[in-house]
T-cell receptor
Framework: GAGVSQTPSNKVTEKGKYVELRCDPI?????LYWYRQSLGQGPEFLIY????????DSGLPNDRFFAVRPEGSVSTLKIQRTERGDSAVYLC?????????FGSGTRLTVV | KQEVTQIPAALSVPEGENLVLNCSFT??????LQWFRQDPGKGLTSLLL?????REQTSGRLNASLDKSSGRSTLYIAASQPGDSATYLC??????????FGTGTRLKVLA
């Protein structure tokens, strides 16, 4: 597609529930990234995919967070047993030549 | 721990002024530095990417400089316009893919 698409744009879930956030990168971009942005802060790195594999998942905060990219295109960030502290905007980006293109993000609110 | 600091946190200027946003980073082994713009409720738009071998990049009314020895970058905006109002984030990459972001400068240009 023309840009990075993230769905849903907003997600409200109850504490303890499971959520999935989807990212559809720019066609042909092999690199894909997930970042998390809390209010008033800059984005924080979560995970980086090169193709289908997670090349670096060092930013995932704990084992409740998991991400996949089975066919090297669309990626899904999965959060189990959500906690109120998981509330943030989750941003996805893809890149070619180092220059990032970000999606508009998914605003996750855990109540 | 690598850190990126942006000063000022907020800035309000009248239309037409030239202005400078500052970014400092602690990691001297910088790979590249990007400046982003973020509009409320939106993702990030890459404005300028400076490789470690470069000293500056220009795009239209924007000019970004990089001084690795002092750990600083500046974003210069000429002849500011109300449409420039946004949050500006700088981000440092120490490797080929992972960025550390500052907390941003919220700019408001008054008509």
């Amino acid at each position: 597609g023309a840009g990075v698409s993230q769905t849903p744009s907003n997600k409200v879930t109850e504490k303890g529930k499971y959520v999935e956030l989807r990212c559809d990168p720019i066609s042909g971009h092999t690199a894909l990234y997930w970042y998390r942005q809390s209010l008033g802060q800059g984005p924080e790195f979560l995970i980086y995919f090169q193709g289908t594999g997670a090349a670096d998942d060092s930013g995932l905060p704990n084992d409740r967070f998991f991400a996949v990219r089975p066919e090297g295109s669309v990626s899904t960030l999965k959060i189990q047993r959500t906690e109120r502290g998981d509330s943030a905007v989750y941003l996805c980006a893809s890149s070619s030549g180092g220059r990032y293109t970000f999606g508009s993000g998914t605003r996750l609110t855990v109540v | 721990k690598q850190e990126v600091t942006q000063i000022p946190a907020a800035l309000s200027v009248p239309e037409g002024e030239n202005l400078v946003l500052n970014c400092s980073f602690t990691d001297s082994a910088i790979y590249n530095l990007q400046w982003f713009r973020q509009d409320p409720g939106k993702g990030l738009t890459s404005l300028l990417l400076i490789q470690s071998s470069q000293r500056e990049q220009t795009s239209g009314r924007l000019n970004a400089s990089l001084d690795k020895s002092s750990g600083r970058s500046t974003l210069y905006i000429a002849a500011s316009q109300p449409g420039d109002s946004a949050t500006y984030l700088c981000a440092q990459a120490s490797g080929t893919y992972k960025y550390i972001f500052g907390t941003g400068t919220r700019l408001k240009v008054l008509a």
